[in-house]
């Protein structure tokens, strides 16, 4: 254990620079300079001589890894708005501080989110592969021809921060916004949105569907068999939340049997190990969970999580305390 005056921060994954030079200024940090996803065995032995854990959704915190913590251990901030791979109950019945990093990466996922609505729209991986394998030859009226965003309806499951900077895009686009979630969303006057209580209602409405929910016990394969099916012939799917509120099953069903017109998605199930009946889809667009990947988003997210270890050491109570 190296002797400090500073609390001691393990952070699990490679940070942006300017993240790690903060990090390593105002703790004593151990960093993953090859950025090797530490074993949990590994992880929970480097933790016996630290204070907190800088943590990213590749770091699973299953209620046993949260109960095997060293009591050192105080917080947990993850690099992450998700919190689906930190068990919320067992780290409060252990004591442990968990936080995340709430609107850090709204703008640059709602972008992501318009990247797969326009690519699987208008055949971007098609028209790419075409290209890239010399099969172009040359412009006709009938190829490759996809679908307008314009005067289409765009339904946005679970209306939070990123549901509605999608929502916000979807009007310049020229899209009417439908949603659904628990309850009706107090919008702003300049984001008119039709709310669906009823699923079923919600569905029907849906030229297409942007998924923003929260992955719980509760939301897992959301869009499933059933839900697949009361969507307009045709309609394209967009994930850019979590994989597991997906049943795979049931979108590829879809994607294959052509009662969808195409998906766009940017999370999987059990990532990176992937479904590999997407990979030969060519109605489907698929990215590697690049949702916050741009600079400016990931040091934000570096730095919001560094903001609540500061508090949380700094003796107060750290801005996104989720546990
Ligand atoms: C998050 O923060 O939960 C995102 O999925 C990371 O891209």
Redesign the pocket.
């Known amino acids: 254990m190296a002797s400090s005056s500073k609390p001691i921060i393990l952070a699990t994954r490679k940070l942006p620079q300017p993240v790690e030079e903060r990090l390593s200024g105002a703790y004593e940090a151990i960093l993953n300079p090859d950025d090797r996803q530490l074993p949990i065995d590994e992880l929970l032995r480097i933790a016996e001589g630290v204070d907190g854990i800088l943590c990213t ?1 590749t770091d699973k915190m299953t209620p046993p890894v949260i109960a095997a913590l060293p009591a050192r251990v105080k917080i947990l901030a993850t690099f ?3 919190y689906d791979h930190i068990d919320i109950p067992a780290a409060k019945a252990r004591g442990l501080v968990v936080t995340n ?1 709430p609107g850090a ?1 709204t703008d640059a996922t709602a972008e992501i989110t318009f990247l797969l609505l326009l690519g699987a729209a208008r055949r971007a991986y098609e028209g790419e592969t075409m290209l890239r394998s010399g099969q172009w030859t040359g412009w006709a009226p009938t190829q490759l021809m996809g679908r307008q965003l314009h005067g289409k309806r765009l339904g946005i499951a679970g209306m939070g921060r990123i549901g509605q900077a999608v929502a916000k895009r979807g009007l310049a686009f020229g899209m009417a916004i439908h949603y659904h979630g628990r309850r009706a969303v107090d919008l702003p006057t300049e984001l008119p949105a039709t709310f669906h209580a009823d699923d079923a209602d919600f569905l029907a409405h849906c030229d297409y569907l942007s998924i923003h929910m929260a992955s719980t016990p509760e939301t897992r394969h959301w869009l499933n068999a059933r839900r697949v099916g009361l969507l307009p012939q045709g309609a394209i799917v967009v994930n850019t939340a979590r994989g597991d509120l997906v049943h795979d099953e049931a979108l590829i069903e879809g994607l294959t049997n052509g009662h969808l017109g195409a998906a766009g998605l940017d ?1 999987f199930a059990g990532e990176p190990n992937i479904d590999a009946r997407y990979l030969p889809i060519p109605n489907a667009m698929l990215l590697p ?1 690049l ?2 990947a741009t600079v400016q988003t990931r040091c934000a ?1 570096g730095f919001r999580a560094l903001d609540n270890l500061d508090a949380y050491f700094a003796g107060k109570a750290p801005g996104d305390k989720l546990a």
């Open positions: 959704l992450s708005v998700g990093t990466l999370v969970h949702g916050s997210m």
